[in-house]
């Protein structure tokens, strides 16, 4: 989930006021050649976050839909014409609006996970491990995961975080935009009214170590930067990014510094590249800055009048609206988001990167061409053009996240096996 009004970045933008320049109109539909095509397919694809829970849960959709008219970027039909073998499907509680209930709601999530899986058992199922990837990879299913998508799910207690990890969860964003009891968030880092904690609390590396020994992979995206490098000095396992990219190609707190990207490469983990328009192109980026006054006023506006008919803001109408703001700014060439890869695997190393789409939580903010889970052959048809080699393209396009976490499995393994009684 990259940005929602009720509590987005784009409250603490600054206002700059900026133009962004008219873009060349879309050219959209790169071709993909039979070799792409090839290279593509014989990978086991990875994707580590998109945002269909949301819509499970609070529109009743069906991954098994085929509605061509459907805007969403996740469908199994879509998975398969783009040969996306696994998601990491994204449980977010958004922090407002679910106070004092943030546990029931994550369940909830879960749940419509789960349920969707039931529905489709010729097609789906969950997984849990690489190995559960690569069964599913051979059994030519869709391969279900989840990841929580902020620390304030677990409501500071230990034992939810091993309850989440029980019923399946395998990574956990320490924080959302929001800073919670534990971890600071680049979402409100400047905001003097929120109480901040100069990185990882002790709970917080609590958290981190009791994450290790889960074998839950310990996700930065979001945090602050001192949050990141609080996690990196403690952190026994590779960490991953589940959805972020290169603050040195887009001036976003949401990204990261050339140095967070060589301690990831150093700590052995990997950096899943967000295909969000706002973090991966300036222009466009720039232009949210210019409109962020002006659309905070017509939400606010928005919610006033709501209030006033006794009714609260509800998910699919928060997507609405973040649509339409979206759709004011031209979206940018595939390009953008290629730029980004490029980056890392040369700050980073080939070994460190991957794909961490955001699906379904950016309001339709992605580059030209690329408007589902069935457009990901041209991202290999991209990296192909620009010298990578197959073998590389595989890296990226799974085999490092499925790396990374094998690791963070085997070091599960060491914490948990019984140490030797003392003499
Ligand atoms: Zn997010």
Redesign the pocket.
């Known amino acids: 989930?990259?940005s929602r009004f009720s509590f987005g970045f784009v409250l603490i933008y600054s206002l700059a006021t900026a133009q962004a320049p008219a873009k060349p109109a879309d050219s959209g539909g790169t071709t993909v050649s039979t070799r792409a095509r090839a290279i593509h397919d014989s990978a086991i694809v990875v994707d580590t976050?998109a945002?269909t829970p949301q819509r499970f849960l609070d529109e009743g959709f069906d991954i098994g839909s085929t509605d061509a008219k459907d805007i969403g970027h996740m469908s199994l039909d879509k998975a398969r014409r783009g040969n996306l073998g696994a998601e990491f499907f994204?449980i977010?509680v958004e922090p407002v609006t679910n106070q004092s209930h943030y546990a029931r709601h994550t369940f909830d999530l879960i749940d419509s996970v789960y349920e969707q899986a039931a529905r489709h058992p010729d097609r789906m199922m969950m997984a849990f491990s690489v190995a559960d990837i690569e069964r599913a990879h051979r059994e030519h299913k869709f391969a279900a995961l989840m990841g929580i998508?902020g620390g304030h799910s677990i409501e500071n207690d230990i034992r939810l975080l091993r309850d989440y990890y029980r019923l399946g969860v395998r990574y956990m964003?320490l924080s959302?935009?929001n800073t919670n009891e534990f971890a600071d968030s680049s979402g409100d880092i400047d905001d003097p009214k929120v109480q901040h904690h100069n990185g990882l609390t002790d709970l917080g590396k609590q958290v981190v170590l009791e994450m290790n020994r889960l074998g839950m992979m310990v996700d930065i995206?979001?945090v602050a930067d001192k949050t990141f490098w609080d996690v990196i000095a403690m952190t026994k396992a590779p960490v991953i990014a589940?959805?972020s990219s290169a603050r040195a190609l887009v001036d976003a707190p949401?990204n990261m510094t050339d140095d967070m990207l060589r301690a990831v490469a150093k700590n052995g983990g990997v950096v899943q590249v967000?295909f969000f328009n706002g973090f991966d192109d300036a222009d466009f980026h720039k232009a949210m800055e210019a409109q962020a006054k002006d659309k905070a006023a017509a939400v606010e506006k928005y919610v006033e009048q709501l209030k006033v008919e006794g009714k609260s803001v509800s998910y699919v109408d928060e997507d609405r609206i973040e649509r339409e703001w979206m759709a004011k700014i031209p979206r940018p060439p595939l390009k953008s988001l290629i730029d980004h890869i490029d980056h890392i695997a040369r700050v980073a190393g080939i070994d460190h990167v991957g794909l961490g789409s955001?699906f379904d939580?950016v309001s339709g903010a992605t580059p030209q061409g690329i408007d589902s889970a069935a457009d990901l052959p041209k991202i290999t048809q991209a990296l192909l053009d620009r010298g990578y080699s197959a073998n590389d393209i595989h890296k990226i396009l799974g085999g490092n996240l499925l790396r990374v976490f094998a690791k963070v499995e085997g070091v599960s393994r060491e914490m948990r096996a019984p140490t030797a009684p003392s003499k």
């Open positions: 989930m990259t976050h945002d994204s977010w998508e964003t959302w935009s995206s979001h589940s959805h949401r967000n955001d939580g």
